[in-house]
């Protein structure tokens, strides 16, 4: 065997390496999946953390309603989305299918649902805002119905992702598990 530093071995050019051992695809798109999916967990829980400190506020009267505005029906079961986020966190470490799987069906239910319910929810105020520039509730002097579809907007491509990334990293595992399977 040959140090970095030393002479080569007798009889090879370098052009050898082809028959060494490699990590299979299927792992390495497993850490790389799992590393993505985590970095939009805590971009989700970011937004989470954010609504759920507008929600005591306007709750608390900690400031005036004027300039924190109560929250809206959607926000309360978005509170839920919490959930696959920790069983997506949970599902990491012995790759568990199952917690992934029930990760994605709660990401639909608990995260887009309510989601697509706030989109229909504010639209009337959404549409009374831009057709006549008029706003009933505002937020630290902005429109409420402008920042929260704008969070809202943020939080469907955060969950998209997600979803798009856990289906990946599903398909991955079973490669795996089918592998295993045939040995």
């Known amino acids: 065997m040959a140090s970095r530093a030393g002479p080569r071995a007798a009889g090879t050019d370098g ?21 993505e999916i985590k970095k939009l967990i805590y971009v989700h829980l970011v937004i989470w953390l954010l609504l759920v400190a507008k929600m005591s506020v306007g709750h608390l009267r900690l400031l005036s309603h004027d300039q924190v505005a109560m929250p ?6 978005y509170l839920l989305s919490i959930v696959p986020s920790v069983l997506g966190l949970l599902s990491f470490p012995r790759n568990n299918i199952s917690y992934l799987v029930l990760s994605m069906i709660s990401m639909g239910l608990f995260s887009i649902a309510p989601l697509i319910y706030g989109s229909m929810e504010m639209f009337p105020a959404a549409q009374q805002l831009y057709r006549h520039g008029k706003a009933y509730r505002f937020l630290f002097g902005f429109s409420a119905v402008s920042v929260m579809y704008l969070v809202l907007v943020l939080a469907v491509q955060v969950h998209a992702w997600q979803l798009y990334y856990s289906k990946k990293l599903l398909d991955s595992w079973f490669t795996s598990t089918q592998e295993k399977k045939r040995k």
């Open 72 to 77: 809206y029906q959607w926000e309360y079961p």
């Open 15 to 35: 052009s050898d390496f082809q028959h060494r051992e490699r990590v299979a695809m299927h792992y390495q798109m497993s850490v790389t999946l799992k590393y």
